[in-house]
């Protein structure tokens, strides 16, 4: 199981970045995705998540609203699109396929002016 995050970076308090997640090395399609983030001294957040088939996602209340978690099966990839984003969105954003262990190795996200 591989999982590479990109599109990560520095941006200004309500701007935008859309992160996305390469998976391979397991049946993407029939997985559920989710996105997760973490800051210096706290557990793992749970963000967003989306079903195989991308009929359902959820989201964490602090997103809900600005974030938008989608998929596209042809290309074994996972999106987390971010609107608005406040300083409190900084993070490292990582992927996860629910039933593998394996974590990528994150894209850093400032939210910062």
């Known amino acids: 199981v591989q999982l590479v995050e990109s599109g990560g970076g520095l941006v200004q308090p309500g701007g935008s970045l859309r992160l996305s997640c390469a998976a391979s090395?397991?049946?993407?399609?029939?997985?559920?995705m989710s996105w997760f983030r973490q800051t210096p001294g706290k557990e793992r957040e749970l963000v967003a998540g989306?079903?195989?088939?991308?009929?359902?996602?959820n989201y964490a209340d602090s997103v809900q609203g600005r974030f938008t978690i989608s998929r596209d099966n042809g290309k074994n990839t996972v999106y987390l699109q971010m609107n608005s984003l406040k300083p409190e969105d900084t993070a490292v954003y990582y992927c996860?396929?629910?039933?593998?262990?394996?974590w990528g190795q994150g894209t850093q996200v400032t939210v910062s002016s």
């Open positions: 996860k396929a629910r039933s593998y262990r394996s």
């Open positions: 090395g397991f049946l993407f399609s029939a997985s559920y």
């Open positions: 989306i079903s195989n088939s991308g009929s359902t996602t």
